[in-house]
C-alpha cells in the first residue's frame, strides 16, 4: 500500500493515473463507495464517502476528482436489475464512467434489444473503466418513441469498454490525469438488461432517496476543498512567510458543514422526512459562495507566491491548474453579471 505522500509523488505530472496506484484502488474497492455490500461494494453512508472523496482530493485532484464521478456513475448500480448488478460488481475492477449527455440513439430491435449509436463527450475515467454510461434517445424504424406527453423517452444504458472506441482529446490545463475524453459508440446491440432509468431504483437503502442534485453538490464541493486544502500545503512549502491558517481553518470548517449536511440529509430520509426543496436550495446555494470564496482566495494566494509558482514542473502549479479547471464544471458556475 503505498501512503498519501508516495501516492502525491507518483501522481506529480502524470497524465494517466499509474496502474500501481490503480490497483491499490481496486484492491480497496474506492471505486465501489455507494454501491451496496450484497453487490460487493463497501455500500458507505454519505458522511464515510464524502471525508474519503475529500481525503484523495486532498492527496491530488485528478485523482479525487476521477474517484469522486466513477464512484458517482457506480452509484448506477442500484438502477440495475439485482442480479445484473450483481454479476458485474462480484469483480472489484468493474468500474462505471460515463457522460450525461444525450449524444445518440437506441434503435429498438424486434428482439428487444437496442442498437446503440453515437458520440458522447467528456466521460472522466474513460482509460479506467469496465463499462461506459450513456444517455440515448429510444428510436423504432428511425423514429423517436415518444411518452404519453409526446415527450421523447430517453433510457441509459451500460456497454462494455471492449465495444467503445475512446477518443483522447483532452486538451485542459489541468486533471490532466483524470482520462476525460469523448468515446463513440457504433452498432453496439445492447440486451434491455443492460438499460435503466436513473430514478428507478431495485434496492431499498436511504442513499437511493438522496435528491441528486444535493449528491452532486456535496460529492463535488468535497473535491473543491480537498484541492484548496493541498493548494495551501504547497503554497507554504514556497512561501514559508505566508500565513494561511485562516484558509486552512475556513477549509476546516467547511468540511465539518458537509459532514452536518450529510448527516441531516440521511437523518431526515430515515424518519421518511421529504427533502424539501428549500433544504436543497440551501445546500446549493451555501457550496456555489463557498466555491466562490474559495476560488478568489486561492487567487489572491497565488499572486503573493512568486515566479516559482508560474514554473509548470512545480507542485503548486499543478494544484492551481487543477483547481481551476474543476471550476469550470456546470455545477456551481454563475453567470458574470457586469456592474
Not at 459508440?185 to 443492460?194: D, L, M, P
Not at 495551501?232 to 458537509?258: M, Q, R, T
Request: aromatic share 12%.
Amino acid at each position: 500500500m503505498f501512503t498519501p505522500k508516495e501516492i502525491r509523488e507518483k501522481m506529480h505530472g502524470a497524465s494517466e493515473v499509474p496502474q500501481s496506484i490503480m490497483a491499490q484502488i481496486h484492491q480497496e474497492r474506492l471505486l465501489q463507495i455507494w454501491v451496496p455490500k450484497r453487490y460487493g461494494g463497501l455500500g458507505l453512508r454519505l458522511n464515510q464517502g464524502l471525508q474519503l472523496l475529500f481525503d484523495w482530493s486532498k492527496i491530488d485532484g485528478s485523482l479525487g476528482w476521477m474517484l469522486t464521478l466513477c464512484s458517482g456513475a457506480n452509484f448506477f448500480s442500484r438502477n440495475l436489475k439485482p442480479q445484473i448488478a450483481k454479476e458485474l460488481f462480484s469483480n472489484s475492477k468493474t468500474c462505471f464512467g460515463g457522460s450525461g449527455m444525450i449524444g445518440g440513439t437506441a434503435e429498438k430491435q424486434n428482439d428487444g434489444t437496442f442498437l446503440i449509436n453515437g458520440l458522447w463527450h467528456f466521460a472522466t475515467g474513460a482509460p479506467y473503466l469496465s463499462h461506459f454510461t450513456l444517455n440515448a434517445k429510444l428510436t423504432e424504424n428511425g423514429n423517436p418513441l415518444l411518452d404519453e406527453s409526446g415527450n421523447e423517452l430517453i433510457r441509459s444504458f451500460v456497454i462494455s469498454k471492449n465495444q467503445v472506441e475512446i477518443i483522447p482529446n483532452w486538451k485542459s490545463m489541468g486533471m490532466k490525469a483524470t482520462g476525460t475524453y469523448s468515446f463513440k459508440i457504433e452498432n453496439v446491440k445492447v440486451s434491455e438488461n443492460y438499460s435503466f432509468i436513473y430514478d428507478e431504483f431495485f434496492t431499498d437503502d436511504v442513499l437511493d432517496k438522496i435528491p441528486f442534485r444535493i449528491f452532486a453538490d456535496l460529492t463535488l464541493l468535497v473535491n473543491y476543498l480537498g484541492m484548496a486544502s493541498h493548494f495551501s500545503k504547497e503554497a507554504i512549502e514556497i512561501g514559508p512567510h505566508l500565513n494561511l491558517s485562516f484558509f486552512d481553518k475556513k477549509i476546516e470548517k467547511a468540511i465539518e458543514k458537509v459532514i452536518e449536511f450529510a448527516n441531516e440529509i440521511e437523518g431526515l430520509l430515515n424518519e421518511s422526512e421529504t427533502i424539501t426543496q428549500e433544504k436543497q436550495s440551501e445546500i446549493h446555494d451555501y457550496s456555489s459562495n463557498l466555491v466562490e470564496s474559495l476560488s478568489h482566495q486561492i487567487l489572491q494566494i497565488y499572486i503573493q507566491l512568486g515566479i516559482k509558482a508560474s514554473h509548470i514542473d512545480s507542485e503548486v502549479y499543478q494544484v492551481f491548474c487543477d483547481y481551476f479547471t474543476a471550476t469550470q464544471h456546470s455545477n456551481f458556475r454563475r453567470e458574470f453579471e457586469s456592474k
